[in-house]
């Protein structure tokens, strides 16, 4: 009757496939998933400051070439989207960790002023973009007299 309950032989690769699993799943916690195969995208860091005439977004744009990135601005809308290429090594013949991000990348903000677009000017230097956005200045508020009739 024991024999109905279990083959030893069946029960010999359960063993051997339980031990193999449990070792597959053990190095799990250590791997990183590279971000450039399983990542649709990346977001690039940015800051965006307020002074009194302008704003300044700075955005970090290591190895992304300037031909690559698209900056515009729709009312109080600012949009930047481009693409950082994969830069590999020649002669590579093992990767130990991809930690760099790659692919394309969109960043969207709303400023909370309009700004005057003609105004606006961008600089890329030294991996970083700034974008320089002047407030729209407001035209002078001016009463209206009202008349009796």
């Given at each position: 009757?024991?024999?109905?309950?279990?083959?030893?032989?069946?029960?010999?690769?359960v063993v051997v496939m339980r031990a193999e699993m449990e070792r597959f799943f053990s190095h799990l916690p250590r791997w990183k998933k590279p971000s450039a195969v399983f990542e649709k995208a990346w977001k690039p860091l940015c800051d965006v400051y307020e002074c009194p005439e302008h704003f300044t977004v700075l955005m970090d744009l290591a190895g992304v070439d300037e031909n690559e990135v698209e900056v515009t601005l729709h009312g109080r809308v600012l949009n930047i989207r481009g693409r950082r290429n994969p830069i590999r090594p020649a002669?590579?013949?093992?990767?130990?960790?991809?930690?760099?991000?790659?692919?394309?990348?969109?960043?969207?903000?709303?400023?909370?002023?309009?700004?005057?677009?003609?105004?606006?000017?961008?600089?890329?230097?030294?991996?970083?973009l700034e974008i320089h956005l002047p407030k729209?200045?407001?035209?002078?508020?001016?009463?209206v007299d009202i008349n009796e009739e």
């Open positions: 009757m024991a024999g109905a309950f279990r083959d030893d032989d069946d029960f010999d690769e002669g590579v013949k093992n990767t130990y960790l991809l930690e760099i991000s790659y692919g394309g990348f969109e960043r969207t903000f709303e400023l909370p002023a309009e700004v005057d677009a003609d105004g606006t000017r961008a600089v890329y230097r030294k991996g970083f729209r200045r407001r035209e002078n508020l001016r009463s």
